[in-house]
């Protein structure tokens, strides 16, 4: 069966490894931890004893909220995973 995206939310496992995944290229030596379903956060070597995390997730706005209270979410939201 073909992988199927669905119509909200997050994609499944077998979307990343079929869809996404094969179009990211050649593995790099930097990536301590590279993307992977469920995970929202990547670690990169920098070099001189210095790594960097990563994290994404999906955000939205929320009308009611406005752009400068959504937006202060979404930061918060995405460095809680950092954390």
């Not at 995944?21 to 070099?47: C, F, T, Y």
């Amino acid at each position: 069966m073909k992988a199927q995206l669905p119509d909200i939310g997050k994609v499944s496992a077998k979307v990343l490894d079929e869809v996404v995944l094969p179009q990211l290229g050649r593995r790099r030596a930097e990536v301590l931890l590279k993307p992977q379903h469920g995970v929202d956060v990547g670690i990169v070597d920098l070099g001189n004893g210095k790594v960097m995390a990563t994290t994404t997730d999906p955000i939205f706005i929320v009308p009611p909220y406005g752009w400068e209270r959504s937006a202060w979410f979404a930061v918060h939201i995405l460095a809680s995973d950092a954390v």
